[in-house]
């Protein structure tokens, strides 16, 4: 079986491309210890369209600094991530960004949300069973967007109460 993630990289239509990919302090220090080097992020205002995850109100307010910066991933003027090669990510899964590892889950701090839209996946009836087979479960989607929260609030808790996700 073709896996998806693969024909989208044949199609030029990778979700690696377009994003501003958020880094949390944790995703800097493992990405630091795996590449022996730092200048793979930058900090810039964020783009509205690509900032991921671009539903969640509580999102943006949550990453940006106080004049209105977020740290991301630096990109290529095709908008291509740095760390994108011809045959795939440069970075092993467990030194990803949380963000990357969690698409193409839709989320929220309390819970998985769904498959995001924009994946060829989510057209699939069986989505969840075609993640599961790449070893993408939402058990492990749970850990990471545990952590992601974990990682963005540090001891800080700078918006308040944690979303519920049945205030949708
Ligand atoms: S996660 Fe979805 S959008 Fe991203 S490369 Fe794989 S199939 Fe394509
Ligand atoms: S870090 Fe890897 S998975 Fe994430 S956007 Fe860049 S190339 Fe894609």
Redesign the pocket.
């Known amino acids: 079986m073709v896996m998806p993630c693969a024909i989208c990289a044949s199609l030029g239509k990778s979700c690696?491309k377009g994003?501003q990919?958020y880094l949390t302090p944790g995703d800097i220090s493992r990405i630091s210890d795996y590449l022996k080097a730092s200048d793979f992020y930058t900090v810039e205002p964020p783009v509205l369209t690509d900032i991921e995850p671009d539903y969640d109100p509580l999102w943006l307010p949550m990453i940006m600094s106080e004049d209105h910066q977020v740290r991301v991933?630096k990109r290529g003027a095709d908008k291509q991530?740095y760390?994108?090669t011809d045959r795939g990510?440069?970075?092993p899964l467990n030194r990803?960004?949380l963000i990357?590892r969690l698409f193409p889950y839709d989320f929220k701090e309390t819970c998985i949300l769904g498959i995001d839209a924009s994946c060829p996946i989510s057209k699939d009836r069986n989505w969840q069973t075609v993640l599961d087979r790449m070893d993408m479960t939402e058990a492990k989607a749970n850990l990471w967007r545990d952590l992601l929260y974990e990682e963005i609030r540090g001891k800080n808790d700078p918006v308040g109460s944690p979303l519920s996700c049945e205030n949708g």
């Open positions: 690696c994003y990919i991933l991530c760390l994108a990510c440069l970075l990803r960004p990357c």
